[in-house]
């Protein structure tokens, strides 16, 4: 027998550190951890390192249990997340989901600003949503403080419909045409 199996064994903090270390190198080598799932699966680190007994397997469970680690849909432990972001993480990808979420480059797109008090533009947005004549014009647009903000992929002709609704007038003296 080597001269570390007769070492003493290690306090709960030093087997959650080891525990840490392990599963770092785990996702470290791997991207995520494939082979930990409870506190007897570090058993056989340990026992390399420490004489195997009731002692140390009781130690190493409650260095486990104190590291309060959360554990991904097949059961393994996940070492970079707390319990609390990973419930967050569970809940946005339910309702992602759920709504058939997609993500869209915007970067192709330009902006358009309509402006108009502040107190108007919830329910312009929703007449604008629902309109017949705007489908189609803009990608999203969102609530400003002075106004609606268009991101559209042609700039021109979502101008030239809102100009259909505003006063020439109007717009005369605010571009100073």
Aim: hydrophobic share 35%; with cysteine; charged share 25%.
């Amino acid at each position: 027998m080597s001269q570390n199996k007769f070492r003493k064994n290690p306090s709960r903090q030093t087997c959650e550190s080891i525990i840490r270390r392990i599963l770092i190198a785990e996702i470290g080598e791997r991207g995520k951890n494939e082979h930990f799932r409870q506190a007897s699966d570090f058993m056989p680190y340990f026992e390399s390192l420490y004489l195997a007994s009731d002692s140390l397997t009781k130690q190493v469970q409650r260095a486990v249990k104190m590291l309060n680690l959360p554990k991904d849909e097949n059961g393994y432990f996940i070492i970079n997340k707390s319990p609390l972001q990973l419930q967050q993480e569970q809940e946005l990808k339910r309702i992602f989901q759920m709504y058939d979420a997609t993500c869209s480059d915007l970067s192709g797109c330009e902006t358009l600003l309509l402006e108009l008090p502040e107190t108007c533009t919830d329910y312009l947005m929703r007449l604008i949503a629902e309109s017949e004549s705007f489908k189609g014009m803009y990608v999203t647009m969102l609530k400003a403080c002075n106004g609606i903000l268009f991101y559209t992929e042609d700039k021109l002709r979502l101008w030239n419909l809102l100009m259909q609704f505003i006063p020439y007038e109007e717009a005369v003296t605010r571009n100073n045409l």
